[in-house]
């Protein structure tokens, strides 16, 4: 019998998930409450109702179609009882343009490895395949393995994007499965790690060894967040970490904050923390991937918004700098 998971998403023709196009898919489960997270929905392992307001034409037929009376539309938008819905998905079933929609559908590990199938010939002519990520895929790891194994079987090449922590079993049960792992390493400070992400660091740093070991190919990725992972001394550490224990990195990956995430954050009645933040900058995109350099890393890259330095700013920059030297 099939193993089942929840996904909630399967995104197409994604390049920034592993070399070639690929076919990403967002597990739901997660362990880690990171600040900067930007997918939400994916953080709770169980299935949950949204409202999209944009797409709402007022018809009322999913308030109707509820069995718990879980949906009330206000002038101020849907208010959805979460201690009376059951997602059910009648209200799904009901709205005749999307606007209310289940977060998390329940597949069956080998129902989901034909559906990613069909995009075979794009992994093909590309190089590319398909990137188990989240949420986090190591949170639902017998249905991950399954996935996993069932698409290496057809041939096709599989990407793990983690953020590492999960137990030494798990990491050691999906690694034969996958061809690529790409790893986070977020903030190098214990402290500071589980202040931002709500984790501990010791067991990230741990399966980061054993990935090591395992001899596959890994790309770092580090999320450059404004005030959290965004100081040299950081990014430094980071790539001290790499030089002097993962031979086997490929790439690592500065990936620029943004903050398209923000309303997404309101659909679950959330506030996005870093609502108000600035976009880095690409000079300190540069600096940051200049000092992973210097650190010996030889294949940095950095991607992602960047805000636009009047020259005024870049001189007050300059300036500032001056003073530190």
């Known amino acids: 019998m099939s193993t089942t998971g929840f996904v909630t998403n399967i995104q197409r023709c994604s390049t920034e998930d ?10 739901k489960g997660c362990p880690l409450k990171c600040l900067w997270c930007h997918n ?13 307001s944009v797409k709402c034409i007022g018809d009322q037929a999913c308030v109707r179609a509820c069995p718990e ?15 009376l819905c059951k997602v ?77 922590y999960c137990s030494e079993k798990v990491i050691r049960g999906i690694l034969p499965h996958v061809d690529l792992i790409l790893y986070d390493l977020k903030v190098m400070d214990p402290a500071k790690h589980k202040e931002y992400t709500g984790v ?15 001899g596959k190919p890994v790309w770092i990725r580090t999320p ?20 002097e224990n993962m031979p ?30 600035d976009l880095m900058t690409q000079e300190t995109m540069e600096r940051l991937a200049g000092i992973a350099r210097e650190e010996g890393v030889s294949n940095v890259a950095w991607s992602g918004m960047t805000k636009h330095l009047t020259r005024e700013m870049k001189a007050s920059e300059q300036e500032v700098r001056s003073c530190g030297d």
């Open 248 to 277: 086997n990195v490929e790439r690592y990956d500065l990936l620029a904050f943004n903050k398209m995430c923000t309303e997404k954050y309101a659909l679950f009645d959330m506030v996005y923390p870093l609502k108000d933040a």
């Open 88 to 164: 059910c998905g009648e209200c799904e079933e009901a709205c005749p343009t999307g606007a209310i929609k289940v977060m998390g559908n329940l597949w069956t590990a080998g129902d989901l490895v034909q559906e990613l199938l069909r995009d075979k010939v794009f992994f093909n002519t590309s190089n590319g395949g398909v990137t188990l990520s989240g949420g986090e895929a190591t949170y639902q790891p017998a249905f991950a393995i399954e996935v996993a194994s069932g698409l290496q079987k057809d041939g096709v090449h599989v990407a793990l994007d983690t953020c590492g």
């Open 200 to 214: 501990s660091l010791d067991r990230v740093l741990a399966n980061a060894h054993i990935v090591a070991k395992s």
């Open 40 to 52: 939400i929905e994916a953080i709770a392992p169980d299935p949950t109702v949204v409202w999209y």
């Open 224 to 243: 450059v967040i404004p005030e959290h992972t965004d100081d040299e001394q950081n990014i430094r550490s980071i790539a001290r970490f790499i030089v």
């Open 18 to 27: 592993g070399p070639g196009i690929r076919t990403t898919v967002f597990f």
């Open 69 to 83: 009376s879980a949906l009330e539309l206000t002038p101020d938008g849907m208010r959805i009882d979460r201690n």
